[in-house]
């Protein structure tokens, strides 16, 4: 207790249990604010006037987590061996995977999946180049339908 009074400055311990409480509080209440209309309206309002920066945020944020994964799994082609980010895609080496996990179309959960599958030993995904990937579909008849 002392040891954080005197990170936090506080010399009354009343002004700690204060502090926590109001914590605490915010906590509790932060989902019942989230309902309220004036947080909506204060959402609304700020995705309207900062689109252009929740775009870049967002490609930016979506480039760094395929960068991770594909350094994960190798970062070049397992055919060609080309090595440029921009061509590079995640294969399932098994077809019949990608019906079993519907729900999971996220890099996020994508990229669970891949940390899994290297922590267990199993080798479920390959990076191919787009040519490759192409050319690996067509001949194994995997078309989309």
């Known amino acids: ?86 061509v590079l895609q995640i294969d399932h080496i098994n077809r019949k995977e990608i019906k079993e996990r519907k729900n999971s179309n996220s890099y996020y959960q994508l990229g669970k999946e891949i940390r899994k599958s290297i922590e267990k030993g199993e080798s479920k995904f390959q990076i191919l180049c787009a040519n490759c990937h192409s050319i690996k579909t067509w001949e194994n008849g995997e078309r989309l339908r």
């Open 1 to 86: 207790m002392l040891i954080m009074e005197s990170i936090l400055g506080i010399v009354d311990n009343r002004e700690y249990k204060e502090i926590k409480a109001s914590r605490e509080y915010k906590r509790i209440h932060q989902l019942e604010y989230r309902k309220s209309d004036r947080y909506k309206k204060w959402w609304i309002e700020y995705y309207k006037n900062n689109e252009e920066k929740r775009k870049t945020h967002c490609r930016d944020y979506m480039r760094t987590i395929r960068q991770g994964l594909l350094s994960l799994l190798g970062g070049k082609c397992c055919k060609c061996g080309c090595e440029d980010w921009r």
